[in-house]
């Protein structure tokens, strides 16, 4: 029995403390005075009870009422009822301020009259039973005895409330009265362990809907804090209450506050997990909240912060619980579509369907935690049980590792507390408890069959109700209630003060009375906790294909070759077992087969079966997952130490000192595992073997050994079976009985706890005490780090990679091993002993026992250290040495390696299947060209073959040191992780006899020829010569003067015996003076018809040479054939009328550095301007012609990105006539760059349709455009186009279907006007970053926007030309652009372009590389290559710039010419630039033309090679950026989607991708013709030797033509009607490049060994790259 309420409170306002901001509450009476014995009065109820704070009304209220729940220090919850009511406040003072009620603020000045101020006062009932109603029941009749003024004493029924007692549970009624007339009934659950929800848990799924409940759910289990706000407190008492319900069977052990008041809302910022609600009027208060998730009960919604990663209910549990609840809650769902529907059954009751929803939870509960008894450890039995839950075990039979829902339950406070209450075998049960139990087949029935599923949740939910509301006949209950409209009576008394000493009187008597007619309370029914199900996985999928009968077999039969000595048959088969290990039931096989010959006594092993055992334990260790580590582990641990070798008299070698390495080992949560399940099963064999007539308990089982035999029906009785026996039988035992099963309990750890200490000195003690790699933290996976540059290869950065610097010793001093390794052994024994109630004594003496055992160990294991050296060393496969290519040296001899299988499944057999080439055995290579691992596949059966996989060293991004599992023997080496941006990745474990010190020599040596000094050490020129003596500047800085250049091109020349030059100083002064020239005195130069030419620009005679050898560069040659005018003075026409001329003032390279030294320019422009044109654009690279339309003749222009600060005003319209020159604030260059804009228009031939219309593409659609669109002829004519690759926007704000369209056009005629507009094109390309094939038409990137030009009157050519089109676009960088204005006489368009910069290019591809050669096998089954592929966005940026490029083909196409001024000029101007050339002209589409486009176009516009390759020491530091990469990669999409147009095939371009950054050819060393030059590498030093010329690509790539047609395409065969190409560039028509994962392991890559000649063998004739019998290759995306 226990007291219905403990204490009756009255709290009031507080007047003396009004003044003071908010008011207060103070405690007028309590009842009784003194505290009960247990039950301390309650903190602070004054706040509680006025959750918002004591404010004054100035009306009356009608009473409320709400519980409160407060929490003691012991956690026990005590419920306060409180009902309130309103006051007239008769003691206030005018002058006090009043403090407006939360509705209402304004505030009347002035005296305010008594009665219109009303004060709160409280009646409180505290209790630690929960009848909310009882006592909503018990206040309401105390305020109705008052307010009605009844002729009952009001101290009577206080001491009737406080004296009242009602049983705890049991299902009894209980009818009491407090003596006015009242007759009140007590309903008691049936069993009290089950939460009593009353319609709480339906109402919180009507505020909040299915999916907010569930997410809160997952909340509170996963220890989040939540927060309901409602405008209600009765609201937010039945929500928390509702959720701690939904957790039974576990209990919620936090903070619980259903109602917060005001004064303690900094609760809401404390650390701990909470649930708690606080009143609406704080909303602006909790919304600041970051890591707190508010519920809206009002609003129905709930708010989680980002910062919270909410864990979901693991699959099938998830949606099966969303199903049924749907089910429940929404009942006509089901029978919503019939025709005709049944009629409507009454609604359900409230509190029924809140059970039927509880129900739902407690199934679910039953579901997550089936089996949780299987993996229960039972520790002791007496005095009381001690259990321990193997969480490890349970989750991974449950096959939830990956999920992280369970795991951060079963961390949690409320599960621990569920073991250690609901562990023991012998104890009350519950409904839970049966549930729990069911089999599991049953739960998967009821899901296959809705119907079964109902019927039990029915059956579910009545058994709750009926724990709730056993009696269906209530008895007759009466309370009365105060009359209505009471509360606003006017003259009400104040409630009064009650009579202490009367109240405790009559207390005294009814408590007196009590004592006679005491009630026993029925005793609590104990029993055995049904066991229930095994654990099983809760996805129900089979566990793997792996656990074949065959695979076991093939375990079975090696070990069985191994222990009969069968040497040839154990190498056969052992890589086939080592492999079948990877799957589980193999390795438990190995454990069982293992333990069988323990016990035949075959634990002495020859040093060959010593090798093998031990290898095959390393590889079960390895390939356990973590689900099951322990499982293994523990298995294996006793195996451990019965396997030995005999190394000399008296010293054998145990296998434990061969698996020490694996972390499992180190993990202190195994160890106490695996000591806990060994002290059941000892404890277990303790009481079976004791018969039950035996009063003498004897503990012989100290030592641990097999267990003894038993008779069948013992053998199968579990530990828990017989706690629970002897639970039952233990009230009924003597003392001293008690004490020895006590005390021969304990004496079992104890002796366990001594055996685990000394295995784990075992396998803690390092075998080699200078490799001290065993407590380190284990590296988890290969991560790589994010850093910007992809090369760290600092030695010193590699140092701190490694692990050694946090590891769990020190350093490699024998005493800090033997410290660490007690100190580690010190903490388990502290922890396992204390929990499992070994005596202080026992501690003691185990503690002081350590380190002696430890010492001794390590005696032992020196001389089994010293003796294992002597053995023989094991027969290691013979070093094949590389073939290697003319001039290619040895740098460091083989150092012996396993090559480790990588991310990539092609070579291991994978899911493809196909022979298990790796890992394979061999020797890693450096020489003065590449890295190259050449070795045999270790697997025996796959043959003898080599496998090669090499790359050249400069393409290496990352060297990393990395601890690898050595595949063969299973222990842990030193290994090196080495990428190349030739999408290659060598990955191999150091053999024992490879140093440390020489893993560094072999890296400082990589190191240095990864990063050659200068280019004369590179391999293209090094190959075979001594290096050239010609030592030139090493780095020149930009700003080198023109004096020391000129001196070093002369230097660089009269060395290689061609140029001979003088007159510098001449040169340099007239340039300067030419910089000088105002305004004025070169305007009619600039752009001038006729006239003198400046002396600079006639050609001396001295310099022949040099235009001799520029003539004959490609640049000049295609600029011949292209027809774009022949080298003439500045100002002298040519005869033909040419729009352009070739002008050679760039031949020593002084007006730009990166340009080649003959360019095209408008013919009139003197050279002399070029240079003040040039200061405008970056790098002072300004727009040149770099190729003609045939047909059209519209001229592509490429330059640099304009200057910032010659923006301002740039394009502005200027009137010469009236602006004064000298006033002009303009500098003289952006004048210039004006002039020399007009220069390049007037140019530029008018060809346009005849018609007249101004389509731009003749396949265009109708336009789009609405007249509000037009511009004035104020605003600059711009034609933006968007290509920002944010990546973030989605596909559909518009992908260009080039295959039907590009731009729309419109011919609108104004109606007003009747006159024809020009259309500027508004091509708004918006990013896309998803896949989607067809856009519709509403999609269409491209828009055109009318522009309402209003010309100045009387030009009517303007307005004629104004018809057509632009005659020129400028593509431009969208920020750089945004200032200018146009002049709206040039007939020119700004395009604004936002583009892929070459961060995002290398962050792209660093994310490629990883997905095409990735380090480690994806763990989630979710990162498969295509989506890695996809995240890396290399395909987007393709799909970009052949958009750019497709978008500057129609409008070359449609006759206007386009100037591309993108960042510097070098990078994705060059990428489109030769885009553009390719598609539009067949030319370049051939071997000789595709050659002079990358030598025209990348190479003399000085595409930066050496920087973006990363192949120089100066770009060490920027990493790799793949811009003709990706230019390769468009040729290569183009390629695939018209065959027949490409003379050369796709190994042509493969070819090239592998050798631009390869340093195999000079070609691609340096970043300009200038930079070239300098170093004499420019041309051709045909007179000179071989020795200095390096090797030059097309020079190899023309020798191999004609030796045979290896990069000849066989289909090709030109259309001449169709010369443009205009491919399909959405992201579906682009594929994966097979560059990226093909690889020939049996040759390496086929692009070396392919230029070598060998007209002997045939069958190493390259003709296709396929002469590889053995070629693994990639292609998902084919």
């Not at 010959?597 to 290898?615: E, K, M, S, T, Y």
Request: glycine content about 6%; proline content about 6%; aromatic content about 8%.
């Amino acid at each position: 029995m226990a007291r219905l309420a403990d204490y009756f409170i009255v709290v009031g306002h507080d007047q003396e403390k009004t003044g003071s901001g908010e008011g207060s509450g103070r405690i007028i009476q309590r009842f009784p005075k003194k505290d009960w014995d247990g039950t301390a009065f309650p903190q602070g109820v004054e706040m509680f009870c006025q959750p918002g704070g004591w404010r004054l009304s100035r009306e009356r209220k009608p009473p409320t009422f709400f519980t409160v729940v407060l929490t003691d220090i012991d956690s026990d919850r005590h419920y306060c009822s409180c009902l309130t009511f309103y006051e007239a406040e008769v003691n206030l003072q005018g002058t006090k301020t009043l403090e407006g009620d939360g509705d209402e603020d304004e505030e009347e000045d002035g005296l305010i009259q008594p009665a219109q101020v009303f004060a709160p006062k409280s009646l409180i009932l505290v209790s630690r039973l929960d009848y909310p109603e009882i006592f909503r029941g018990c206040l309401g009749l105390i305020y109705t005895v008052y307010i009605d003024t009844l002729n009952f004493p009001l101290e009577g029924l206080v001491a009737n409330l406080l004296t009242c007692t009602v049983p705890v549970a049991g299902g009894s009624q209980k009818l009491f009265s407090l003596g006015a007339g009242d007759r009140q009934l007590i309903q008691t659950p049936i069993n009290d362990s089950l939460p009593v929800t009353n319609k709480s848990l339906s109402l919180l799924f009507q505020q909040l809907g299915i999916q907010n409940v569930l997410s809160l759910f997952c909340a509170v289990l996963t220890e989040h804090k939540v927060l309901f706000h409602s405008t209600s407190y009765q609201r937010l008492g039945e929500a928390c209450r509702a959720l701690d319900a939904m957790m039974f069977p576990l209990k919620y052990s936090y903070p619980y506050i259903p109602i917060l008041p005001s004064r303690l809302l900094e609760v809401l910022s404390s650390p701990t997990p909470f649930i708690i609600g606080v009143h609406s009027m704080f909303q602006s208060e909790i919304h600041e909240l970051l890591d707190v998730i508010i519920a809206d009960l009002d609003g129905g919604t709930i708010k989680i912060p980002e910062c919270i990663h909410l864990s979901q209910l693991p699959e099938p549990l998830l949606h099966n619980t969303q199903t049924t609840l749907s089910m429940v809650l929404h009942p006509d769902l089901e029978i919503a579509d019939n025709a005709f529907p049944p009629p409507r059954s009454a609604p359900s009751n409230l509190k029924l369907l809140d059970k039927e929803v509880r129900a739902v939870f407690l199934r679910l509960f039953a579901q997550l935690f089936q089996g949780y008894r299987s993996c229960l450890q039972l520790i002791r039995i007496h005095p009381e049980p001690v259990i321990h839950f193997h969480k490890a075990a349970f989750l991974g039979q449950r096959g939830l590792i990956e999920n992280d829902f369970l795991p951060k339950v079963l961390d949690g406070m409320a599960f621990a507390g569920f073991v250690s209450e609901r562990g023991p075998p012998y104890r009350a049960c519950d409904l839970f408890d049966e549930l729990v139990a069911f089999d599991v087949e049953r739960f998967k029935e009821e899901e296959e069959n809705p119907t079964k599923l109902q019927k039990h949740m029915r059956e579910l939910s009545e058994q709750l109700y009926r724990n709730e509301n056993p009696n269906p006949h209530m008895a007759f209950q009466k309370v009365p209630r105060p009359s209505e409209g009471s509360h606003l009576r006017v003259h009400v008394v104040p409630f009064p003060l009650l009579e202490e000493d009367k109240v405790e009187d009559l207390m005294q008597e009814g408590l007196a009375k009590q004592n006679h007619t005491n009630i026993s309370a029925r005793p609590e029914r104990k029993c055995v906790v049904p066991a229930g199900p095994p654990v099983v996985s809760i996805t129900g999928k089979a566990s793997s294909v792996f656990n074949s009968a065959r695979r076991l077999e093939v375990v079975r039969s090696c070990i069985g070759f191994i222990f009969e000595n069968k040497t040839l048959e154990t190498e056969k088969a052992l890589p086939a077992a080592l492999r079948a290990l990877k799957g589980r039931a193999a390795r438990q096989c190995l454990t069982e087969e293992l333990s069988l010959h323990v016990q035949q006594n075959r634990a002495i092993l020859d040093h060959q079966q010593f090798d093998h055992i031990v290898r095959m334990m390393n590889c079960a260790l390895q390939d356990c997952s973590n689900s099951e580590e322990y499982t293994v582990a523990a298995a294996l641990l006793p195996l451990t130490t019965a396997f030995y070798r005999k190394l000399a008299p008296g010293v054998n070698q145990f296998a434990y000192t061969c698996v020490q390495e694996h972390p499992i080992w180190t993990n202190q949560q195994f160890w106490e595992a695996t000591f806990y399940s060994e002290v059941q099963n000892q404890i277990r064999a303790l009481y079976l073997n004791t018969p039950e007539d035996n009063q003498l308990i004897t503990a012989k089982l100290k030592e641990p050994g097999p267990l003894p035999p038993a008779s069948p029906s013992e053998s199968e009785r579990t530990a828990m079976d017989l706690a629970a026996e002897q639970l039952r039988a233990w009230p009924s035992l003597s003392k001293e009985k008690q004490q020895e099963l006590v005390k021969s309990e304990e004496s079992t750890v104890f002796s366990q706890a001594i055996h685990y200490a000394s295995l784990m000195v075992y396998l803690l003690v390092p075998l080699d005490a200078s490799k001290n790699k065993l407590l380190r933290a284990a590296p988890t996976a290969d991560w790589e780090s994010g850093s910007n540059s992809i090369v760290t290869n600092s030695i010193a950065g590699s140092v701190a990679e490694s692990f050694d610097t946090e590891s769990g010793f020190e350093d490699s001093e024998n005493s800090d091993v033997a410290n660490s390794v007690v100190r580690f052994i010190a903490r388990f024994i502290d922890k396992v002993c204390t929990e499992s109630g070994v005596t202080q004594d026992h501690i003691k003496n185990l503690h002081s026992m350590i380190p002696g055992i430890v010492a001794i160990q390590m005696e032992t294991l020196e001389a089994v250290h010293r003796e294992s050296r002597r053995l023989p060393p094991i027969q290691k496969p013979k070093i094949l040495r590389p073939a290697l290519l003319p001039g290619e040296e040895l740098v460091t001899e083989g150092l012996r390696v396993v090559l480790d299988p990588d991310g990539r499944e092609e070579a291991t057999g994978g899911l493809l299947g196909g022979p298990h080439i790796l890992p394979a055995e061999g020797a890693l290579f450096l020489t003065t060209y590449r890295i190259i691992f050449k070795g045999t596949p270790h697997d025996p059966l796959v043959g003898e073959q080599p496998v090669i996989r090499s790359f050249p060293v400069s393409t290496l991004t990352k060297d990393k040191k990395i601890t690898i599992q050595n595949q063969l023997h299973q222990n842990m080496q030193e290994g090196l992780q080495l990428r190349s941006a030739s999408f290659q990745l060598i990955k191999v474990a150091f053999d024992e006899e490879v140093t440390s010190e020489m893993v560094e020599i072999f890296r400082k040596h990589l190191q240095r020829i990864r990063y050659p000094q200068s280019i004369f050490s590179t391999f293209a020129f090094a190959a075979g010569q001594t290096v050239p003596q010609l030592l030139l500047p090493k780095q020149k800085e930009r700003n080198t003067g023109l004096r020391t250049l000129s001196k070093t091109i002369v230097k660089g020349a009269k060395r290689a015996g061609k140029i001979t030059m003088g007159r510098q100083s001449t040169l340099q002064k007239k340039n300067e003076k030419g910089s000088r020239m105002t305004w004025h005195e070169d305007d009619d130069v600039s752009v001038s018809d006729e006239g003198e030419p400046p002396a600079s620009s006639t050609l001396k005679a001295t310099e022949k040479s040099t235009m001799e050898q520029l003539v004959e560069r490609a640049c000049f040659r295609d600029y011949q054939r292209l027809g774009l005018g022949t080298i003439t003075a500045s100002s002298s026409r040519s005869k033909s009328g040419e729009q352009f001329r070739v002008t050679a003032v760039n031949r020593l390279y002084s007006l730009c550095r990166s340009y080649p030294g003959l360019l095209v320019v408008p013919q009139s422009v003197q050279d002399s301007s070029l240079q003040k044109v040039a200061r405008c654009y970056r790098h002072n690279r300004l727009p040149v012609v770099c190729w003609k339309h045939p047909r059209t003749k519209a001229v592509l222009l490429r330059s640099g990105g304009f200057h910032g600060k010659s923006v301002v005003g740039l394009f502005k319209s200027q009137n010469p006539a009236t602006t004064a020159p000298a006033a002009s604030s303009e500098s003289s260059s952006s004048l210039e760059q004006e002039k020399y804009l007009q220069a390049i228009l007037s140019s530029i031939p008018a060809y346009f349709k005849s018609n007249g219309s101004n389509t731009l593409s003749n396949r265009s659609l109708v336009g789009l455009s609405p007249a509000s669109e037009r511009r004035s002829s104020r605003i600059p004519k711009m034609a933006p186009v968007y290509l920002d690759i944010s990546f973030s926007n989605s596909f559909t704000r518009g992908v260009l279907g080039y295959r039907d369209k590009l731009f729309t056009h419109t011919n609108q005629k104004s109606s007003a006007k009747g006159r024809l507009h020009n259309q500027g094109v508004w091509a708004s390309l918006r990013s896309s970053s998803r896949f989607i094939q067809h856009p519709s038409a509403a999609e269409v990137g491209a828009r055109l926007a009318g522009k309402d030009l209003a010309p100045p009157i009387g030009s009517e050519s303007l307005q004629a030309l104004l018809k057509q089109q632009a005659a020129l676009y400028i593509f431009g960088e969208k920020s750089h652009l945004r200032g200018f204005k146009l002049d709206s006489m040039l007939n020119c368009e700004l395009v604004p372009v936002e583009f892929a910069d070459s961060r995002q290019a290398k962050a792209s591809f660093k994310k490629l590389l990883r997905a095409c050669s990735p380090s480690a096998m994806p763990t989630d089954a979710e990162d498969s290559f295509l989506r890695a592929l996809e995240e890396s966005e290399w395909i987007l940026q393709l799909h970009k710039l052949l958009q750019l490029a497709l978008i500057l083909v129609e409008l070359l196409d449609s006759g206007s010419s386009v100037l591309l001024s993108l960042e510097d000029g070098w990078d994705i101007t060059t990428q489109v630039v030769s885009l553009v050339q390719l598609l539009s002209d067949p030319f370049y589409r051939t071997l000789e033309g595709f050659q002079v486009l990358v030598e025209k176009e990348w190479l003399s516009f000085g595409h930066k090679f050496s920087q973006r390759g990363n192949l120089t020491p100066s770009s060490q530091g920027s990493g790799f950026t793949p811009v003709f990469l990706q230019f390769l990669d468009c040729v290569h999409q183009v390629h695939n989607q018209y065959p027949l147009e490409f003379e050369f095939n796709q190994h042509y371009l493969k070819f090239l991708a592998y050798h631009y950054i390869s340093n195999r050819f000079k070609n691609f060393l340096l970043d300009s013709d200038y930079e070239r030059l300098e170093h004499g590498t420019l041309f051709e030093d045909k007179g000179d030797k071989q020795a200095k010329r390096g090797i030059c690509v097309w020079e190899c790539i023309n020798r191999m033509h004609r030796r045979s047609p290896v990069f000849f395409n066989y289909l090709y065969s030109p259309s001449d009607a169709e010369p443009v190409l205009k491919p399909s560039i959405s992201i579906p028509n682009l594929t994966k490049w097979e560059f990226y994962t093909a690889e020939t392991l049996s040759t390496g890559p086929s692009y070396d060994w392919s230029m070598l000649a060998v007209p002997s063998e045939s069958t190493e004739e390259p003709d296709t790259i396929a002469t590889s019998k053995r070629r693994i290759v990639l292609a998902l995306l084919q």
